[in-house]
């Protein structure tokens, strides 16, 4: 069974940085692209991040965080992360990663993890 945990969530000042973490379970990491989407209350699952499968070679970014989020993976680890630097209140809301056989900007991945809150005070 596919699992993944999200975890470095918090609760920040503007302009600072946190570091997300997805650690996964259950089947071959590599073999998956990875993505992170968020939630904010009252709106849609938006795209932030995505990564490709293997080496990652290929990321996908939101015109909204290009330039602040960076996402990496580290197969050895079977964990994803998503470092955002520079937040802004704006990027308050729930982040979840998500797992899927290609790399898309839509929520069209298997696997999804509970999510992780990520709140920026101004």
């Known amino acids: 069974q596919v699992q993944l945990v999200e975890s470095g969530g918090g609760l920040v000042q503007a302009g600072g940085s946190l570091r997300l973490s997805c650690a996964a379970s259950g089947r071959t990491f590599r073999r998956y692209a990875m993505g992170w989407f968020r939630q904010a209350p009252g709106k849609e699952r938006e795209f932030v991040a995505g990564i490709s499968r293997n080496n990652g070679g290929t990321t996908y970014y939101a015109d909204s965080v290009k330039g602040r989020f960076t996402i990496s993976r580290d197969n050895a680890k079977n964990t994803v992360y998503l470092q955002m630097n520079s937040l802004k209140p704006e990027d308050t809301a729930v982040y979840y990663c998500?797992?899927?056989?290609?790399?898309?900007?839509?929520?069209?991945?298997?696997?999804w993890g509970q999510g992780t809150q990520v709140t920026v005070s101004s």
């Open positions: 998500a797992t899927g056989t290609i790399l898309v900007t839509t929520p069209e991945y298997d696997y």
